[in-house]
Structure formats: structure tokens, C-alpha cells
T-cell receptor, first 111, second 116 residues
Framework: GENVEQHPSTLSVQEGDSAVIKCTYSDSASNYFPWYKQELGKRPQLIIDIRSNVGEKKDQRIAVTLNKTAKHFSLHITETQPEDSAVYFCAANFEGFKTIFGAGTRLFVKA | GAVVSQHPSRVICKSGTSVKIECRSLDFQATTMFWYRQFPKQSLMLMATSNEGSKATYEQGVEKDKFLINHASLTLSTLTVTSAHPEDSSFYIC????????????FGEGSRLTVL
């Protein structure tokens, strides 16, 4: 079936520390893996994405890694700041066109 | 670019009435639009996929007669919640992809539906 599993559900870190969120997907044909940040009552915002022909991608403090063999991908946020506090969702495409989301990770960055 | 506008942002209705939510792509042609539902503190659950001029494809467990989706043009899709009940209260959010077909989703602002 179409499934994206995400862990942990809640993550609390000290400001300046790193945060890592992990996801696995069920379909080996999936080839697009976006990560979204959602603040309360707002629409999800794309923060980074990766395609299956790449193993790692970095954008300033945010990086994503992909292991296609194991069907898992991870989000890494370095030097976390209080404004990074939000809910983060991983996602994967299925059947070439639809996007299925993980359950979400609530990140708390303590000042 | 790639702006999606969704209205209304909030709606309160009585049980048994119908509510229509509009989703518009403002500066691009949306080949495919997706409707998601998000309950409090939960993830976005895909309800259906719509292509312009075609019938929507509903995900398993989503009642097509209750959640009517119309995608009449390349810039407009509507979701009508028919005979709404309190358990339909949720955050409904649309998204669209453009012709580049990169897979990136462009989200509307979302509509919070409260059924009394």
C-alpha cells in the first residue's frame, strides 16, 4: 500500500543543537520526496526536496539524505533556532502523481 | 509565481447544510489539483485528485457522493461538502501541480470548516 512512516512524533532540542527526523516509504517506484514545515493554522511550506537520482541535498542549515535501497530519507536541521519550532512533514509521491504525507513531527526548540 | 488561493478561509454551517470551497491557481494552469483534509494535530490526508474536465479520483474510504469535486477549468477546482455533520469539521486544503510536472505541490491557504 501507499504508506509513509515518520519518526519521532515529537522532538525537543536545545537551541543550537541539531534535529533529525526520519521517514520510510513503501513504494520503491517513488522518486520525489519533499519536506514541509507547517505552523499552526497555516498551509504547509516546502523547505527542501530531493529526487531519487540524488543521495543528499543541502540548503544552508537544512539537509536531506535519501537511501533508495532502504527506502528511507531523513531531514537534518543544524544550529536550530526557536523559530524552527513547528510541525514538519515528510512526503513521497506515489503512482507518479500523488503525494502522501507522513504523520508529522512536532519540533520544539528551547531557547 | 505558482500562487494558489482558497476561499473561504473559515466557514461555520449548520448540520445538514452544504458548503462549497473554491481553489484557484492565480498565475499558472493547474493540470492536477488535490484535496486534503487535516484534523487537529494530525497529518494531511489525501481525499481526492482532480484533473480538469475529468471526474475526480477518490482515495479509499472517502465518500464521493458526500465530497463533490468539480474541476471545470485549469484554474479552478471546487469541493462541496454535502449534508455536513459535526464530524466533517476539519481543515480542508487544496494543492495543485503545474505543467512542469516536477511533483512540487502549491498549497492554498486552507479552509477551516466548523459544522454545528
Amino acid at each position: 500500500g501507499e504508506n509513509v512512516e515518520q519518526h519521532p512524533s515529537t522532538l525537543s532540542v536545545q537551541e543550537g543543537d541539531s534535529a533529525v527526523i526520519k521517514c520510510t516509504y513503501s513504494d520503491s517506484a517513488s522518486n520525489y520526496f519533499p519536506w514541509y514545515k507547517q505552523e499552526l493554522g497555516k498551509r504547509p511550506q516546502l523547505i527542501i526536496d530531493i529526487r531519487s537520482n540524488v543521495g543528499e541535498k543541502k540548503d544552508q542549515r537544512i539537509a536531506v539524505t535519501l537511501n533508495k535501497t532502504a527506502k528511507h530519507f531523513s531531514l537534518h536541521i543544524t544550529e536550530t533556532q526557536p523559530e524552527d519550532s513547528a510541525v514538519y512533514f515528510c512526503a513521497a509521491n506515489f503512482e507518479g502523481f500523488k503525494t502522501i504525507f507522513g504523520a508529522g513531527t512536532r519540533l520544539f526548540v528551547k531557547a | 509565481g505558482a500562487v494558489v488561493s482558497q476561499h473561504p478561509s473559515r466557514v461555520i454551517c449548520k448540520s445538514g447544510t452544504s458548503v462549497k470551497i473554491e481553489c484557484r491557481s492565480l498565475d499558472f494552469q493547474a493540470t492536477t489539483m488535490f484535496w486534503y483534509r487535516q484534523f487537529p494535530k494530525q497529518s494531511l490526508m489525501l481525499m481526492a485528485t482532480s484533473n480538469e474536465g475529468s471526474k475526480a479520483t477518490y482515495e479509499q474510504g472517502v465518500e464521493k457522493d458526500k465530497f463533490l469535486i468539480n474541476h471545470a477549468s485549469l484554474t479552478l477546482s471546487t469541493l462541496t461538502v454535502t449534508s455536513a455533520h459535526p464530524e466533517d469539521s476539519s481543515f480542508y486544503i487544496c494543492s495543485a501541480t503545474d505543467r512542469t510536472n516536477t511533483g512540487e505541490l502549491f498549497f492554498g491557504e486552507g479552509s477551516r470548516l466548523t459544522v454545528l
